[in-house]
């Protein structure tokens, strides 16, 4: 067996560097290919028994480049100082903090919008008639967070195209009491 592997890694070294290459760059990582195909080298060692050599090598390489918690990367991770790499690199000023900033304002005034809005939603529907079923489904979609018919379904008892059906109501009606708060907001100038 370890005359097989070590025939296939002479044969195919550079095509393995390459492979080891790539997935470096893909998973951002920051180790040598060479030391990538030496760890899947002897890991391949300790495999019993293989059929296919090359599937088993790439499907090593590929795998624990990918895994944060693979052994090469933990091993890696043991090796290098905290500190490694920055000490030619000049700081830059951060800009982050404002920007992010403005961001999380954006964040928390787009949830709160939406949340207003389908308790707006939720209110023109208790004044309604016939809407109790529809009000139940809301309530049911926003405490289990979900969509999903059959869950509903299975939860309220009835078939899942049921659930669906005042699922996709709600949907629909949400949308378009939304364009139409968004008109409303257009033609009267309010930023909300």
């Not at 790499?85 to 000049?90: A, K, P, V, Y």
């Not at 992010?100 to 949340?115: F, G, M, Q, R």
């Not at 079923?133 to 979900?146: C, G, H, R, S, Y």
């Not at 049921?162 to 968004?182: G, M, P």
Request: aromatic residues 12%.
């Amino acid at each position: 067996m370890k005359a097989r592997i070590d025939k296939y890694f002479t044969d195919n070294y550079d095509e393995l560097l390459e492979l080891a290459e790539t997935s470096i760059k893909v998973n951002n990582r920051n180790y040598e290919p060479a030391d990538l195909v030496a760890y899947a080298y002897e890991r391949s060692l300790r495999v019993q028994s293989c059929q296919d050599i090359k599937a088993v090598v790439y499907s090593l390489i590929l795998k624990d480049c990918y895994w944060t918690n693979s052994s090469i990367n933990r091993e890696m991770m043991l090796k290098q100082t905290p500190f490694q790499g920055t000490s030619d690199i000049e700081p830059q000023p951060s800009e982050t903090d404002e920007d992010d900033l403005d961001s999380k304002i954006a964040l928390e005034k787009w949830y709160t919008n939406k949340k207003s809005l389908i308790e707006l939603y939720r209110r023109k529907l208790e004044q309604q008639t016939n809407t109790k079923a529809k009000i139940q489904v809301l309530d049911k979609m926003i405490e289990f967070n979900t969509r999903n018919s059959r869950y509903l379904g299975k939860y309220f008892g009835v078939h899942y195209l049921s659930a669906y059906k005042y699922i996709k109501e709600i949907q629909d009606e949400l949308r378009a009491f939304e364009a139409e708060l968004n008109n409303y907001d257009n033609k009267n100038d309010i930023n909300r």
